[in-house]
């Protein structure tokens, strides 16, 4: 049997003190003002009980929707960055098979002296895409290390949370 | 060997139906320890004793019977022996309050259900912040002054955000079950 809202405005300090209560942060004065509202007020006593089954069911919610917080972040953010990092592979790989089929038609051409100043001109053509093939290269070990970084973190910030948990547990 | 394996799968059955049942009315006893016991430390130390008792004592279960009543019974005596061996302290309850919520508490309403569905609902309608602060306050058993320290801020104000938000979860439900009256 429930009762409307207003039935329970002169209650209203029955939600704090469940908190303290629940809490292990509850004075001697606050036990005693709980215990004469409970007895004393069959009102009272029934918003006491569903608040407590509200508690229960706060907490599961919570510790359900924790999980999920800490769990999927860390692979769902290294799920993304792994796929980035494959295209850049894949970009990487294309860049130097072109700088080696460029490089190999220039060594095997049969006239070098009459064409040396465009031969020139390819050699250093060839060394630029040579370096931005390595400097993407460079750019691709660079974020692998960032993405491995920011998985270890994650990894430690959900540690710290279940120790700070069970640490506070321990404590009270 | 035969009569063995017989007895190897009756305990099984047996393990299997037990879980099943306890499963079932987890929350119910959780709450129930919870009401007498207003702690949250103290409610889970409880209810891993009461498991054990419960499984201890099960052959004396009337399958017939309601399991969460029977569950919630010796969860009953869990709480007057623990009280007992703590001896008396400030900070406890008196024995009237503990009789009285244990009497009301085993009145179980078919409404607990629905308030527990309207609850959910509620929590969806909440702030995005309002919502962090109850899964922050609740997800773990670390005490409000932490939390509080956690947050950078004060222990009053932390208690009073606290506070409006269970009362306005609280009413939300309230009105959810009025509404379903009224239908």
């Known amino acids: 049997m429930s009762h409307s809202n207003s039935n329970y405005e002169d209650f209203s300090e029955i939600y704090e003190l469940v908190i303290a209560s629940l809490s292990g942060e509850i004075t001697p004065d606050q036990v005693a003002k709980l215990d004469k509202l409970v007895c004393n007020d069959p009102r009272a006593c029934e918003l006491y009980l569903q608040l407590i089954r509200e508690s229960t069911s706060l907490r599961t919610w919570a510790s359900g929707t924790r999980e999920e917080t800490v769990n999927d972040i860390p692979s769902r953010s290294h799920s993304n960055r792994s796929q980035t990092l494959w295209w850049r592979s894949i970009v990487a790989v294309a860049s130097l098979i072109v700088c080696f089929l460029v490089g190999r038609n220039f060594f095997s051409s049969t006239d070098q002296s009459s064409n040396m100043s465009s031969n020139q001109q390819l050699i250093l053509e060839t060394k630029a895409v040579m370096a931005e093939a390595r400097s993407v290269l460079d750019l691709l070990d660079q974020l692998e290390q960032e993405n491995d970084t920011i998985v270890m973190l994650i990894g430690e910030d959900a540690d710290v949370d279940a120790n700070n948990c069970s640490a506070g547990k321990e404590a009270s | ?183």
């Open chain 2, 1 to 183: 060997m035969d009569n063995i394996d017989r007895d190897t799968n009756s305990n099984d059955q047996k393990t299997i139906e037990f879980i099943r049942l306890l499963s079932q009315n987890e929350n119910r006893v959780k709450s129930h320890l919870l009401a007498l016991v207003p702690n949250w430390s103290d409610a889970d130390d409880l209810y891993q004793e009461t498991c054990v008792r419960l499984w201890e004592q099960y052959a004396d279960y009337d399958p017939t019977k309601d399991f969460g009543a029977w569950a919630c019974t010796i969860a009953y005596y869990m709480v007057i022996a623990y009280r007992k061996k703590s001896g008396r302290d400030k900070q406890r309850l008196s024995q009237a309050f503990i009789n009285t919520v244990a009497g009301k508490a085993m009145e179980t309403s078919e409404e607990t259900e629905f308030r527990n569905h309207a609850l959910q609902g509620c929590l969806e309608k909440l702030t995005v912040r309002n919502r962090e602060l109850i899964r922050h306050c609740y997800s773990c058993t670390n005490t409000l002054k932490e939390i509080a320290e956690q947050m950078g801020r004060s222990i009053a104000s932390l208690y009073k955000a606290l506070s409006r938000v269970r009362h306005s979860l609280h009413d939300c439900v309230e009105k959810k079950i009025q509404e379903e009256r009224l239908k």
